[in-house]
């Protein structure tokens, strides 16, 4: 298990619904600490990043994204070095995947995490053919979504955020 609940386990990835209308970001960021084995409720998460409470919760604004490589450090007491991407192209995700480091993906007005990736030997041979995500998305609120495969080339993708343990 990569965190502490038991109903909705899944071997390697958990999704987490977003508890608010707003809080895919708060949602995103419980997902990758998860897998990381930082435990932290929705509420906390909100509360570090000032973004209200169940009952008035308010969404991340674009001037503060950053936040989130702050806050992923943070809340692992330095334990995990965080990045951002602006402008991800496909071959980020791909490295990181490949190194077994989900992302945080933003897109334009939400946020949802990255899994995994599939793209077709056309694509390898420069003929065209299909690059896609594995995109853990935590709308709708208190469910989310597991997207198999979400096409890359089709998508705009503001920001990228990443994180791997920190070596001493």
């Known amino acids: 298990h990569y965190s502490g609940r038991n109903t909705d386990h899944h071997v ?69 070095t965080a990045s951002m991407t602006t402008g991800p192209v496909f071959g980020d995700f791909v490295s990181e995947l490949d190194q077994n480091r989900p992302l945080i993906s933003f897109i334009p007005g939400h946020s949802r995490t990255v899994a995994g990736y599939t793209e077709s030997r056309f694509v390898l041979l420069g003929w065209g053919g299909f690059r896609g995500l594995l995109v853990y998305d935590p709308w709708p609120p208190n469910a989310g979504v597991i997207t198999r495969w979400e096409n890359f080339d089709t998508q705009t993708y503001q920001y990228a955020y990443s994180a791997k343990v920190t070596t001493i």
Request: hydrophobic share 40%; aromatic share 10%; net charge negative.
């Open 12 to 80: 390697c990835y958990e999704l987490r619904g977003q508890e608010t209308s707003v809080w895919c970001v708060v949602a995103s960021l419980q997902m990758l600490l998860d897998f990381y084995r930082y435990n932290y409720s929705q509420s906390k998460i909100a509360d570090q990043l000032d973004l209200g409470t169940l009952a008035n919760p308010s969404g991340l604004p674009y001037a503060r994204v950053g936040d989130v490589v702050t806050q992923l450090q943070v809340m692992s007491s330095s334990a995990l």
